[in-house]
């Protein structure tokens, strides 16, 4: 057999991947699995270049948190008060959808009646 899959290469009943890697390109990594040693490589510099960004594993997850002691850290989050142009313009932008939405409802039908009919 000449293409197989990567475990087939790995364990030597393959000679080559569809993609072209050979045994010498596979390795094995922690978890068990074959990959190659470059797509292996790579994910390594990946995650150092995250962990330097400030990416680490908490609780299960692989995300961004702030670092303890920066500025970003300490630094309150209040909510930001609403000026009185900003209020105008919600506002206007409320009453306009009230409006169009009003103006789009259906002439014809209309409600049913709640009292029923018998005849």
Known sequence: MTVGTKAQVYHGTAD???GGLKKDDLMKTAAGRIVSKKAHAAGLKAIQR???AGFVAKKGEFK???KRGSKKAASPKGRKMMTRANHKKRHNAAVKAWTTRRSKKPTMGGRRSTR????
């Open 116 to 119: 029923r009919r018998f005849f």
């Open 64 to 66: 961004l948190f702030s």
């Open 50 to 52: 995250l962990r330097a």
């Open 16 to 18: 080559r991947t569809a």
